[in-house]
């Protein structure tokens, strides 16, 4: 069986089962409810459906789930994730930010293929996504798609999937594998993979929390960044942090 890092550098993804059970699953499943519901009455718009997704179709979102729980953030630091963590990006591990995605029952939107590089370049790419699922996520419930190895093409123009491009016509929703995870379970891919979802038709919710992090020898290029930035270090050390750096604001 090839191991982790062997396995994300060939495919770019790596999917690790059951990394979550028991009580800790549970509070976060828990607390995903009461995150949604406040963000609900909120008055806010939380719907993230992009433009180019299904009309009348809904994504709840928000940023930054650590910032409502407690039992988030020790998600975050739970040793069976950071394990699977460390095999891909080494002992040093920053969290540039989570994001909470609700996708309902028959009416959860898309998201088209897309690269993800363009929303938060880091220096030396070496940005992952680790998408924990709270429920099982099947391919009729709109779970995630992927083109293996596309990450080895590396940064791919006009790949951020908002409008319609050339580019990401070449890897369309229907050729892509489909990745179906139970809950528990964690997908970690590399930020240049292609990777998109179709619409949620089944008749259960998928829940999903997405983690951001970058190794802590690399940093954000310039200011492109059009994301909230945490910043925290998850394990290991940060080697760029500086006074001014830790006093930034994040407003």
Known sequence: MRGIQETFGAQGFYLAKRVYDGDLLAGMTTDFDRIVAQLITSGEDVNARWNRAEPGTTVVHTHNVQQYSGVWLRALLHEPFLDVAREILGPDIVLHHTKLFLKFAEEGASFP??????????EQDTMIAAVIHLTEATDEMGCIRVYRGSHKRGRIANSSGNTDSDEMR??????????????????????????????NRSSKARKTVLVQMHAGHDRLEGDGNAHPYEGLVLCGWNAFATRAWANRSKA
Do not use: I, R
């Open 170 to 199: 070449e890897f369309p929703m229907d050729g892509a594998t489909v990745v179906e995870a139970e809950a528990g379970d964690v997908l970690f891919f590399h930020y240049c993979l292609v990777h998109g979802s179709p619409p």
């Open 113 to 122: 293929m897309h690269q993800d590089w363009s929303y938060f370049p880091t």
